[in-house]
């Protein structure tokens, strides 16, 4: 039974590129959530994903989007990248309101 | 605007000896949910909380919920090497929340 999975697992990126994150999550899970983690601090909460609509938001600029698909994986697109967005990008994912599964995450760093 | 402190943030003992983690908030939590995450890994969820002087144990580790549900504990007795790792506690306002306000982090180091 594969757990969540998210690609790629390592990006480079400079300065004011796009990025688009993908995961994929656990078997049976139908909701997703992305965090973001800077480097020593814990993960913050940008937003979840349920039923293909964007549920709840943390407090991230609109530069931050994303998309969940019909079989449940999610896709987190950041614009105009900044170096402060250089990060450990987590999905986690849940059967509706049940307990998180963390993927591995992407490193994202930006130049 | 919710927010968790953990403490301490970096904590280095000897194999065996006994340590307690502490998880504090101005804010009422609905549960509290604590994580250990490894170097290239995502959280993995220990335990959760719910009712306000619970306590839990798992095997070693007593995880314990504040009475007013704004703080937490995680004691670990005779600590082994394999316990190395970042401990994160999290936070959620109501029952079932995915919006969880994660504390920064206890980095723990047990030399054997």
């Known amino acids: 039974d594969a757990g969540v999975t998210q690609s790629p697992t390592h990006l480079i990126k400079t300065r004011g590129q796009q990025v688009t994150l993908r995961c994929s999550p656990k078997s049976g899970h139908d909701t997703v959530s992305w965090y973001q983690q800077a480097l020593g601090q814990g993960p913050q909460f940008i937003f979840q994903y349920y039923e293909e609509e964007e549920r709840q938001r943390g407090n991230f600029p609109d530069r931050f989007s994303g998309h969940q698909f019909p079989n449940y994986s999610s896709e987190l697109n950041v614009n105009a990248l900044l170096l402060g967005d250089s990060a450990l990008y987590l999905c986690a994912s849940s059967l509706r309101r049940g307990t998180l599964h963390f993927g591995n995450g992407t490193r994202l760093t930006v130049t | ?112």
Not at chain 2, 29 to 37: A, D, G, T, V
Not at chain 2, 48 to 54: A, I, L, M, P, W
Request: one cysteine or more; charged letters at 15%.
């Open chain 2, 1 to 112: 605007t919710q927010l968790l402190e953990q403490s301490p943030q970096f904590l280095s003992i000897q194999e065996g000896e006994n340590l307690t983690v502490y998880c504090n908030s101005s804010s009422v939590f609905s549960s509290l949910q604590w994580y250990r995450q490894e170097p290239g890994e995502g959280p993995v969820l220990l335990v959760t909380v719910v009712t306000g002087g619970e306590v839990k144990k798992l095997k070693r580790l007593t995880f314990q919920f504040g009475d007013a549900r704004k703080d937490s504990s995680l004691h670990i007795t005779a600590a082994q090497p394999g316990d190395t790792g970042l401990y994160l506690c999290a936070g959620a306002s109501f029952q079932g929340a995915q919006k969880l306000v994660f504390g920064q982090g206890t980095r723990l180091t047990i030399n054997p």
